[in-house]
């Protein structure tokens, strides 16, 4: 054997060129079998896989104890879950129902074209297709927001980028362009004028020449109307002073929305209210807060230049908001000086900290910082996410840690609790789908959300425990109070902070609340995700945390934490 090596490398080392060649075929060989292996043979999806409810926990298995818990660091990579999404896409179920267990039983061509046909199966199960429109430069069918992508635009993402801002149409034209709008303001032509291919996806029409394919959108809130790109805030009655509340007025005996809409944006006024035949423009102030709503009847009078809208009265206002940006509230920087304390805004993953992070900046003009970094949150304006959290240079920290050592660090807190079934979700859909995007249906099918769930949950219950035990000075925030009455609680978050701020700022913060990180509701998950046994245990770890928060003497958790 030893021989007939020695020989191999003799004959080698004579003629390079031979050594290199055969290294060359096989290494061309390897290459061939890799990609081969590519696009043949991927094995089909596994029972337990298709159904987390038969890989749950039996019934009656005892909840997991506290104690075993590793506050949430060292969970399972997610490697196997982003191989399974690249391999299946991200519908894994077919409109009838079953899942489509053996999608991976096919070959490349038909495996692509079964999961475009999911695709635009869950589409129409969000948006009802309505029908090809004539389209006008001049006088758009569709008066509201619109974008462009000559590479890359799809039926969905065009319908995705509508309902995120609440509209209730989107139209699509030249394969490329997306428009949204509250109503269709033209006429129906025949199907067979829209025809183009989206850009973005072969198979799919995206209208034509001047041809807009119109879809009608299910959105998850109704609530959220809109008027073109104007917000409806509601009815409000008369401000007592007028000019000095609405400083800017103007008659217009021909009132329509669309034209106190846009003197109000002309103007630079972020309101817009329509009183009768008077336009009046200004801020949300103290005098005008739109915190009393009035029946909307009150305000039923049609405007003289649009039949189906309302224009109010003299006594009682219909407000719009204007895309006109309230800048009261949007200065920020660092603490001029250092902080003499260091306060924790503390939270469950998932349980809103960067929204709260977005409105005690707005509200207070000062950054917040980060006990980890975050480029993408840095990128969208979070300047404060690249000091250390110990600089001092930064109205309070965001932190997820629990454990008595990490806690003691800090002088104050602001705990922020979120119900453990929005929380557990919001935090997979970050896990897997970034700050504003979504977890796959192949996630939430396969074997992560349950042991993400396993792991999660008792997490959701020692932290709050953790921080109420080890934590000084702790103010309890729910997550829900602050969507519902955002004014009160964050001034009872800006006071523990020790900033004076004054109420107009607050108010200004109140029609800027939303920010960057806010995942439209199209995507809304149609069926629940946590089976009983899941149920059984959330429920169980809710009620210690509600009994540690009455033992404090402070609120419990509101009623809508129970199931469900």
């Known amino acids: 054997m030893a021989k007939l090596w020695f020989k191999f490398q003799r004959y080698f080392r004579r003629k390079p060129v031979r050594f290199f060649t055969f290294l060359a075929l096989y290494l061309t060989a390897g290459s061939l079998v890799f990609l081969h292996s590519g696009f043949v043979g991927q094995p089909a999806v596994s029972q337990n896989q298709a159904n987390p409810a038969a890989g749950g926990p039996a019934e009656g298995a005892e909840l997991p104890l506290l104690g075993d818990l590793h506050l949430g660091r060292g969970f399972r990579d997610a490697g196997e879950a982003s191989s399974i999404a690249r391999r299946y896409g991200p519908w894994f179920k077919g409109k009838d129902g079953n899942d489509r267990a053996k999608l991976g039983d096919y070959g490349g061509a038909w495996s692509r074209a079964l999961k475009g046909r999911v695709v635009r199966e869950k589409e129409e199960e969000r948006a009802k297709y309505i029908g090809c429109y004539l389209d006008d430069t001049q006088s758009r069918a569709l008066r509201g927001v619109s974008f462009f992508d000559y590479k890359k635009m799809t039926i969905f993402r065009c319908q995705d980028n509508c309902a995120e801002r609440g509209y209730l149409y989107a139209g699509l034209e030249f394969g490329a362009e997306c428009y949204c709008g509250h109503?269709?303001?033209?006429?129906?032509v025949s199907e067979a004028e829209c025809d183009m291919e989206c850009k973005g996806e072969?198979?799919?029409?995206?209208?034509?020449?001047?041809?807009?394919?119109?879809?009608?959108?299910?959105?998850?809130q109704e609530s959220a109307r809109r008027y073109g790109s104007a917000v409806f805030r509601g009815c409000f009655r008369r401000p007592d002073n007028l000019s000095l509340a609405l400083p800017v007025s103007a008659a217009m005996l021909n009132m329509s929305v669309d034209k106190c809409v846009d003197l109000c944006t002309e103007k630079e006024y972020p309101l817009a209210a329509l009183a009768g035949t008077a336009c009046h423009c200004g801020f949300p102030t103290t005098r005008f807060p739109l915190h009393d709503r009035e029946d909307e009847q009150l305000c039923a009078q049609k405007c003289s230049a649009e039949e189906?809208?309302?224009?109010?009265?003299?006594?009682y206002f219909i407000v719009y908001q204007t895309q006109v940006q309230?800048?009261?509230?949007?200065?920020?920087?660092?603490?001029p000086a250092k902080s003499s304390q260091l306060i924790a805004l503390a939270s469950f993953p998932g349980a809103g900290n960067t929204w709260a992070r977005h409105l005690i900046e707005l509200a207070t003009g000062f950054y917040t910082g980060s006990y980890y970094f975050d480029g993408s949150l840095y990128?969208?304006?979070?300047?404060?996410?690249?000091?250390?959290?110990?600089?001092?240079r930064t109205i309070c920290i965001k932190t997820h840690e629990s454990g008595q050592k990490e806690i003691e660090a800090f002088d104050a807190a602001i705990l922020l609790i979120r119900n453990p079934y929005k929380a557990l979700m919001a935090e997979f859909n970050r896990k897997y789908g970034g700050h504003i995007g979504?977890?796959?249906?192949?996630?939430?099918?396969g074997k992560e959300w349950p042991e993400f769930v396993k792991n999660y949950a008792p997490w959701w219950a020692t932290h709050t425990l953790d921080w109420l035990r080890f934590g000084k000075k702790v103010l309890v925030?729910?997550?829900?109070?602050?969507?519902q009455d955002l004014f009160v609680q964050l001034g009872r978050m800006v006071s523990l902070l020790g900033v004076a701020v004054r109420e107009d700022r607050l108010l200004c913060v109140e029609s800027q609340k939303d920010g960057n990180f806010k995942r439209s509701g199209l995507r809304k998950l149609e069926y629940d995700p946590y089976t009983a046994d899941m149920q059984k245990t959330i429920s169980a770890y809710i009620k210690m945390v509600d009994a540690a928060l009455k033992e404090r003497n402070l609120t419990g958790v509101p009623d809508d934490y129970y199931p469900r």
């Open 477 to 483: 925030v729910h997550f829900e109070d602050l969507k």
């Open 202 to 220: 072969r198979g799919s029409v995206c209208g034509g020449a001047n041809r807009l394919s119109v879809y009608r959108l299910q959105l998850a």
């Open 326 to 335: 309230d800048n009261r509230c949007m200065d920020r920087k660092f603490l």
């Open 183 to 188: 109503k269709i303001q033209a006429t129906n």
């Open 438 to 445: 979504f977890a796959a249906h192949a996630h939430w099918k």
């Open 379 to 392: 990128n969208k304006g979070f300047k404060g996410e690249r000091d250390h959290w110990s600089s001092r």
């Open 308 to 315: 189906f809208e309302s224009c109010g009265t003299p006594s």
